[in-house]
């Protein structure tokens, strides 16, 4: 029997529900996912007092461009606001920032203010926050490929660890737990390559509601159960 390694290195988590709570409460979406932005932070400081050192939180998918075009514009305004107010937050209380996705499809105000955010806090030693942004599962296997074959890797040599280097991952390990809040049970896309032996956790909470009891309860049911990595 392999217990799980506790806390876990590496928490993802799928932030769903900020429509619905929005819904709930008769306010437009975007109050929502205003809420939802909002909650980031705490919820990044309970999972480092945790020990937990690494955090990726799924903002927004390949697949959220589809949404209605006002929605989207909210989406990009929110997240420059919320740069513009957290990254000295983050950078005093030494997180650090990276991206995962595409930072190409942004817009030059939103994709300069990530470069300069993941800049002032690249030699931050706290937890390390991993913002998926414009950023899809099986995209970024794509774009692996495109880059092994512009790098003129021999096919001798890739293999699981080569692959590895090429994602937007390299150099942060796989999750050891992935945690979906809002009540859906599926992966949507998110880190289908780094997921492959990690612990699942749904939860019907909704992300903006997602708080310290909620924490808790993810990371109790992570401890209790058996990670065999293919192992009996």
């Not at 998926?132 to 096919?155: K, L």
């Amino acid at each position: 029997m392999i217990q799980s390694n506790y806390p876990p290195l590496h928490v993802a988590i799928i932030l769903d529900g900020n429509g619905r709570w929005a819904k709930k409460r008769h306010l437009p979406r975007l109050m929502g996912h205003k809420a939802g932005a909002d909650n980031i932070r705490p919820v990044v400081r309970i999972f480092a007092k945790h020990g937990v050192k690494y955090l990726t939180l799924y903002a927004f998918s390949t697949e959220n461009w589809k949404r209605s075009k006002i929605e989207v514009a909210g989406l990009l305004n929110l997240l420059t606001r919320k740069l513009d107010t957290e990254t000295q937050a983050c950078h005093q209380e030494n997180m650090r920032l990276i991206h995962l996705g595409r930072l190409n499809r942004l817009p030059q105000k939103l994709r300069k203010k990530m470069e300069v955010a993941i800049e002032l806090t690249k030699n931050n030693t706290g937890i390390v926050i991993c913002l998926a942004f414009d950023y899809g599962g099986r995209d970024e296997i794509v774009q692996a490929i495109r880059r092994i074959v512009n790098a003129n890797v021999p096919d001798s040599k890739i293999d699981e660890v080569a692959v590895g280097q090429y994602l937007y991952t390299n150099g942060v390990p796989d999750p050891d737990l992935l945690i979906r809040t809002g009540g859906e049970v599926r992966l949507s896309n998110f880190l289908l390559w780094q997921t492959a032996y990690s612990e699942l956790y749904f939860t019907p909470v909704l992300w903006p509601d997602f708080g310290p009891k909620d924490i808790e309860e993810a990371l109790s049911e992570y401890k209790r159960r058996e990670r065999r990595f293919g192992n009996v």
